[in-house]
């Protein structure tokens, strides 16, 4: 079963930005979509950034389109999340999901 490492959050000001990486024990960008997805208490997870197509399509929610961009390292087997112009509303628990794994997720807090 290939393991996921999730790197990246942390506590940071609204305007600001950060990256989110997640590394695969088993290079395989195959298996689609991949992506991440975010919880906060009480609500269901959400996706909010997916690449659904070998050749790189993409879909993010309407709440983070524009400031998120989802990419990937073939070579590495590494996912990314760079995240901009942060605000107090993606403040939430992130997770990537690859080869029908989920990562064990990351806390990013966003206040002032």
């Known amino acids: 079963q290939v393991q996921l490492e999730e790197s990246g959050g942390g506590l940071v000001q609204p305007g600001e930005s950060l990256r989110l990486s997640c590394t695969a024990s088993?290079?395989?960008?195959?298996?689609?979509?991949m992506g991440w997805y975010r919880q906060v208490p009480g609500k269901e997870r959400e996706w909010v950034a997916l690449i659904t197509t070998p050749a790189g399509g993409l879909k993010y929610a309407d709440s983070v389109k524009g400031r998120f961009t989802v990419s990937r390292d073939g070579a590495k087997g590494t996912l990314f999340l760079q995240m901009n112009d942060l605000k107090p509303e993606d403040t939430a628990t992130y997770y990537c999901?690859?080869?029908?794994?989920w990562g064990q997720g990351t806390q990013v807090t966003v206040s002032s």
């Open positions: 999901y690859m080869q029908s794994q």
């Open positions: 088993r290079r395989d960008f195959t298996v689609l979509p």
